[in-house]
């Protein structure tokens, strides 16, 4: 009976002492005395589908989830739609998930052509598609979220860009990386976010 007692009491205080798990936060951190101070994403204002401006505010005290993509794309944005939409699907009624999907393609991708594409996947108000700038779209692709996303002419649809989901915390610092066309990703994602919602 003592011996159960003892076995019990271990493992309530292992359990008691073991932190929860936190995601890491990417990027080259900056040490400034006792601080270390990780990159955040960078001030935008870009056009959603809605014709309203989405800036960093947009997301206070949010979460959210960003992507690259362009409507006309031939190759991974189908699938990288795909799979998010399946992380929507379990945090679209969460206030506190949003999704931020930039095109690269501003050009071709209108505030109404983007407007079609949402009302087609029946997307409630917590999914932006937005547009802009395409150079200030390519910089914050690269300067913000370290993904790839620039012009060529020798690839399908005349365009380059990462594949990857970013998640970003209510700081606006990146939490995870997460491969778009990779369902076991896509599974990864959506605990993460759980994880994410806790801290």
Known sequence: MKKSIWFLFLLITIGCSQKPKRLPFLGN???KGNDTLYPKIK????????????TNNT???KIYVADFIFLSCPTICP???FELNKVYEIYKNNPKVNF???????????????KEF???????ENWHFVTGNKDSIFTIATKSYFTTAYP?????????????????????HIR??????????????????????TE
């Open 43 to 54: 001030y935008f204002s870009f056009i959603d589908q809605d014709s309203s401006v989405i």
């Open 176 to 197: 995870g990386v997460y491969d778009g066309t990779n369902p076991d990703e896509t599974k990864r994602l959506i605990n993460d976010i759980k994880l994410l919602l």
């Open 59 to 61: 997301f206070e005290n």
């Open 29 to 31: 951190p900056i040490i």
């Open 118 to 124: 949402k009302t087609s996947l029946g997307l409630n």
């Open 79 to 81: 699938k990288m739609n």
């Open 152 to 172: 060529d002419e020798k690839e399908p649809g005349g365009l380059v860009h990462g594949g990857g989901f970013l998640l970003v915390d209510m700081k606006k």
């Open 100 to 114: 931020l999907s930039h095109t690269i393609d501003p050009e071709r991708d209108s505030i109404k052509r983007l």
